[in-house]
């Protein structure tokens, strides 16, 4: 069993990121992955103002069939603990993908430097409907500056990945009017489709359909140099970490008409919910609420910046994320 935690330190504070219990191939792709998402947490961080640095923590996940046996993911988790205590402090984990509130308890046993716990022991719990709102929020934003208005009763959404945060996103679009298009590999997740009267669809053929936001909900990496010429969406807004396979893809779908709305401002509800549990005065779900749905003013910046100097809204994320970085150094 092998445990990572990459950190970005600056002089914000803690650097905060998800614990992400993973397969890979070898070492190399787990240190690979906690760098890359890391990086990802220390853009998502400044851009959103948190006084924190950014980190991720990965622990390689052995065969299902080991996993299964009876200790092995406690004993995956209480390693992990030593891992992120040996730090001191410098980084504090939280739930991520393969993890949950639950797990979280088990990290809390060997070591203080956890969040995301459950509501009943004093933390904000799961971070999965902050990010959704987040996710909502900013295709409000999006289809405003897009359409002429943030309203989705009307509009086609495709979500891709029906997991924790794509389905409570799927859930919201519909309840506001929105025409549902769905994928995930799990065809299970077919009864949530029916439920909400959504039409299912492969993920590639998600992808290329015709419809007013393509919403990425799954692993990132989903738009590419053969995937970006056939997004059939005008917006692109999603909960997705490193949709793009490479930077200069932002310019290739400006140039195509469609807005993509950077990743690591649209998904940035989680870790400002887990934020303001580590707030003095503790935490409180109003105050979340609030900080999370600022998520669409930032946006709104950016996009704002974008247009006034002709760069992708990329650029003028990296842009924000860096001026507020060399200000806290």
Not at 128 to 142: K, N, Q
Not at 240 to 250: F, S, T, V
Request: glycine share 12%; hydrophobic share 45%.
């Amino acid at each position: 069993m092998v445990s990572i935690v990459a950190v970005h330190s600056t002089a914000r504070g803690p650097s905060l990121g998800g614990c992400r219990l993973w397969r890979y191939d070898d070492t190399r792709s787990a240190v690979r992955d906690a760098l890359r998402l890391s990086r990802a947490m220390t853009y998502k961080s400044a851009v959103a103002g948190l006084p924190l640095g950014g980190g991720k923590g990965v622990i390689m996940a052995p065969e299902a069939s080991v996993l299964a046996r009876r200790g092995m993911r406690r004993a995956l988790l209480l390693d992990f603990a030593d891992t992120v205590d040996a730090l001191g402090g410098a980084y504090v984990g939280a739930e991520d993908v393969g993890t949950s509130a639950r797990d979280m308890h088990v990290i809390a046993e060997g070591t203080r430097h956890v969040a995301g716990l459950s509501r009943r022991r004093g933390g904000s719990g799961d971070p999965s409907p902050w990010t959704a709102l987040g996710v909502e929020t900013a295709i409000r934003v999006a289809c405003a500056r897009v359409f002429g208005s943030p309203e989705l009763d009307g509009r086609t959404v495709a979500v891709a990945g029906l997991g924790s945060v794509g389905a409570r996103l799927a859930t919201a679009c519909a309840r506001a009017g929105a025409a549902l298009l769905v994928s995930d590999i799990d065809p299970a997740k077919r009864d949530l489709a029916d439920q909400l009267g959504a039409r299912w669809l492969a993920p590639d053929a998600l992808l290329a359909a015709p419809a007013d936001v393509f919403a990425p909900c799954a692993l990132g990496g989903v738009l590419d140099h053969h995937t970006v010429p056939r997004v059939g969406a005008r917006i692109v807004a999603g909960a997705a970490n490193n949709q793009l396979a490479d930077d200069d893809l932002a310019e290739r779908l400006r140039d195509r008409g469609v807005l993509w709305a950077p990743d690591f401002v649209v998904n940035a509800g989680g870790i400002i919910n887990i934020a303001v549990e580590l707030e003095p005065e503790g935490y409180d779900p109003r105050r979340a609420r609030t900080r999370v749905r600022e998520i669409g003013d930032t946006l709104g910046r950016i996009l704002d910046a974008a247009a006034a100097t002709g760069a992708t809204p990329l650029a003028a994320a990296t842009d924000l994320a860096s001026r507020r970085l060399a200000t806290a150094t």
